[in-house]
């Protein structure tokens, strides 16, 4: 988890698991006249359906009146809340163990034998480390290398 969301993420995740939606990931683009500050949620795993429009609408005014009384955010923002889509987000372990099988790409916070993007099928993860099966090689990298980390949509 970015070290600079700890208290987003602490501050909504109640909100959003009390409504029954998982808090997946949160972007947060500071700017003095246009930030934004994005949620994506989705439904538990083994939920049936995906999230709508009006999942993301209750999840918003929660959050809005949330930000209006604790004010965790400076500056001006615009809020949105959205699903994870099928590029969705992989942040937690639950959520890679979730997608095991799926293809990924993996950014790490600092270079690995020269590399910091990696592209592979997600073979399995631990709290210590993740296997990706790439086109020449299984690779294993440490779970606390990874900056960022996107399920790649088949078709």
């Not at 988890?1 to 683009?29: A, K, N, Y």
Request: aromatic letters at 6%.
């Amino acid at each position: 988890m970015r070290r600079d969301q700890t208290h987003l993420w602490e501050l909504f995740e109640p909100v959003v698991s009390g409504m029954g939606f998982e808090l997946i990931e949160i972007e947060h683009f500071p700017n003095p006249k246009h930030g934004v500050l994005r949620l994506y949620i989705d439904k538990p795993e083994g939920s049936e359906g995906g999230i709508v429009v009006d999942d993301c609408s209750a999840v918003s005014r929660q959050i809005s009146a949330l930000i209006d009384v604790e004010d965790p955010v400076s500056g001006q923002f615009n809020l949105e809340v959205s699903s994870p889509g099928m590029d969705r987000p992989l942040r937690r372990l639950k959520d890679f163990q979730r997608f095991t099988g799926s293809l990924v790409k993996l950014k790490t916070v600092m270079p690995l034998e020269g590399q910091r993007n990696f592209k592979g099928r997600l073979l399995e993860a631990s709290e210590e480390s993740l296997t990706i099966e790439t086109d020449e090689e299984e690779l294993t990298l440490p779970m606390s290398a990874i900056d960022k980390a996107r399920i790649v949509p088949e078709y």
